[in-house]
Structure formats: structure tokens, C-alpha cells
């Protein structure tokens, strides 16, 4: 019989995409990074299924998610071959990743619940089945999942990630940056069911091939140029190569008014390159600010337009 320890404690991080959203649901590379803040999950056993959802997020984000993670969780419980019906239990969700749109919160969520489980039931999973687990969660939230938001909350780092269109094992690489550099996360406050904006980009492609068949050969020039930029330290180049990336994600009907207004700001105060990141339509952009100087500046431009910004560095 298998017999629950006392508690069992697991994290997932949080993600941010640099180049390549949506376009990596389609086989190409992305190129994202892990943030330090996280998502913690704790499960005790206890008398009947219990789920307390403590993590701090923009408004309307736990009602608008609520399907999303009802069937990640049921995804997840299932590929791991664990009854909560027979085993029931408490798990809590907490720690500091703020969760909206664009952030990985789904995965940081789907990571930190497999690594508690596999804790309270001294399964040991490693990595590589921690992320396993992780990606059946995503298919709740998004659908067809790149995979690369699970490998961040997963592993962590600056990653340059291809997924496998075939189902063998997807590739990620590591990028080594000479130094982290300074970014400002804008918050647009709007959050999107993944899943619904990965499905409507799909239409939007079957509608118009000739338009996307342009739209992933100018990304993938972009990206494979953005790779070398980011091992060489080349902020100029990288936040034009951004700027011209989040032009390719408005083609695409990606951008909203209020992701408009947050990267103008940030553009105005002297941001190398911004863009939406993530799912898009709201949640996040990203800006590239080297310098703790020029990320004060440029948060503080986004603020005084009424959004949220979180200040992190990648490449760390
Ligand atoms: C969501 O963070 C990123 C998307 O590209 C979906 C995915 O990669 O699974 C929109």
C-alpha cells in the first residue's frame, strides 16, 4: 500500500519569451527565459480534494483561468497515475510569481504541483519527468503546447528551445550571455486563455498560408540573428531584432491597445526593444533595458501610464 508522507513541497518558475511566440507551436525556435519569481505548491493528506489557489494575480485571472486549470490538473493527475478520489488531498498554491497572461503561470503552476506530488509520494521523479508531467498539465491550458513554458518552469535559464513536430524529444539549449542583462515586464492587467489564442493564430494561418509562409521565414532569419546577438552581448541588435519581432506578432493580430501604450512608453524613455511576450491580445511585453539606470527610467514611464511592471534581469 502506498502510504503519503506528511507534506510534500515542490516550485515551478516563471517564463518569459524573448523571440518566438506562437511561431514555436509550429517547429521553429523560440528563444525564452526563466524569471526567479515562482510558483510554490504544497499537498498534505487530508479528509476530501481540496484546491487553495494563494498566488497573487491580476484581477478577473483565477475566475477567467478556472477551466484551463481544472483540466491541467486533471491531465497531470492522470499521466501520473494518481487518485485523488481514493488519496484525497489539500494542495496550496502560493509564492511570489504574479500570475497573468504571458508569464508561464500555467507551467510554473503544472511544475510546482508534479514536483510536490512526486515529493508526498517519494516517487523522486528527475527533471526530464518533472517537465514530462508539467507538459501533460499544459495541454490543459493551451491545447497543442510548445512545450518551452514547461522547460523554463522546469529547468530554469536562458533557453533557445525547438519543439520536436514529430513527438521525439524537443531541443534545448542553453545560451550563455557574456552578462545578464536588465529587462521591465509591463503588465496590460488583460488576461487570455492560451488555448483560444493559439487556436485563433491557427485559423488565421489555414486562412491565408502565403501570409504565414512570409510571416516564419522573415521570423526565423530574426531569430537565428537574435541567438548570435544575445551570445555576443549586442543590446542594440537584440532590441531591434524585438522591435521587429513584435511587428511580425502584430501581423498576426497579437498586439492589443493597452500592450500599444505600455511599449510606447517604454520605447519613449529609451527601451532598446519591446514587444508582447507570451500568449498575447494582453498579458505581458517585455523590454530590453541594460543598466539598472535605464530600467528604473523606462518602469517608471510605464507606471505613470497606470500598469503594473516587474523588474528582472535574463541571462543570468
Ligand atoms: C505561451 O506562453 C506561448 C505560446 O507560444 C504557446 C506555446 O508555446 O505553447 C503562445
Not at 500568449?279 to 503594473?308: C, F, H, M, N
Amino acid at each position: 500500500m502506498i502510504v503519503l508522507s506528511d507534506v510534500g513541497k515542490g516550485e515551478g518558475f516563471g517564463k518569459i519569451i524573448l523571440f518566438g511566440e506562437h511561431f514555436v507551436v509550429y517547429g521553429l525556435p523560440a528563444i525564452a527565459s526563466a524569471i526567479g519569481d515562482k510558483t510554490i505548491a504544497e499537498i498534505v493528506p487530508s479528509d476530501k480534494y481540496e484546491l487553495v489557489d494563494d498566488r497573487p494575480a491580476t484581477e478577473g485571472y483565477k475566475v477567467k483561468k478556472q477551466g484551463e486549470m481544472e483540466r491541467s490538473m486533471k491531465l497531470l493527475l492522470d499521466f501520473m497515475k494518481l487518485d485523488v478520489d481514493e488519496k484525497p488531498v489539500k494542495i496550496t498554491l502560493s509564492g511570489n510569481l504574479f500570475c497573468t497572461s504571458g508569464i508561464g503561470a500555467s507551467a510554473a503552476m503544472a511544475t510546482s504541483v508534479a514536483r510536490a506530488f512526486s515529493d508526498i509520494y517519494g516517487l523522486n521523479l528527475n527533471d526530464e519527468q518533472i517537465n514530462r508531467v508539467s507538459y501533460e498539465g499544459e495541454k490543459g491550458s493551451v491545447g497543442t503546447p510548445s512545450g518551452v513554458d514547461n522547460t523554463c518552469a522546469t529547468f530554469g535559464g536562458l533557453i533557445w528551445f525547438i519543439k520536436n513536430l514529430g513527438g521525439g524529444d524537443n531541443t534545448m539549449d542553453l545560451i550563455g550571455m557574456p552578462k545578464p542583462v536588465e529587462v521591465v515586464l509591463g503588465s496590460t492587467g488583460i488576461s487570455q486563455e492560451t488555448k483560444e489564442v493559439v487556436a485563433d493564430v491557427r485559423r488565421q494561418k489555414d486562412e491565408d498560408p502565403e501570409k504565414y509562409e512570409k510571416l516564419f521565414s522573415d521570423y526565423e532569419t530574426l531569430v537565428n540573428e537574435a541567438k548570435t546577438a544575445l551570445e555576443g552581448g549586442d543590446f542594440e541588435k537584440i532590441g531591434s531584432l524585438m522591435d521587429k519581432n513584435h511587428e511580425l506578432l502584430k501581423e498576426m493580430n497579437l498586439s492589443c491597445k493597452e500592450a500599444e501604450e505600455i511599449i510606447s512608453a517604454a520605447k519613449g524613455a529609451g527601451a532598446l526593444g519591446a514587444k508582447i511576450s507570451g500568449t498575447g491580445r494582453g498579458g505581458y511585453t517585455i523590454s530590453l533595458t541594460p543598466g539598472k539606470e535605464l530600467q528604473e527610467k523606462v518602469a517608471k514611464a510605464i507606471e505613470d501610464k497606470g500598469y503594473r511592471v516587474m523588474k528582472t534581469t535574463i541571462g543570468s
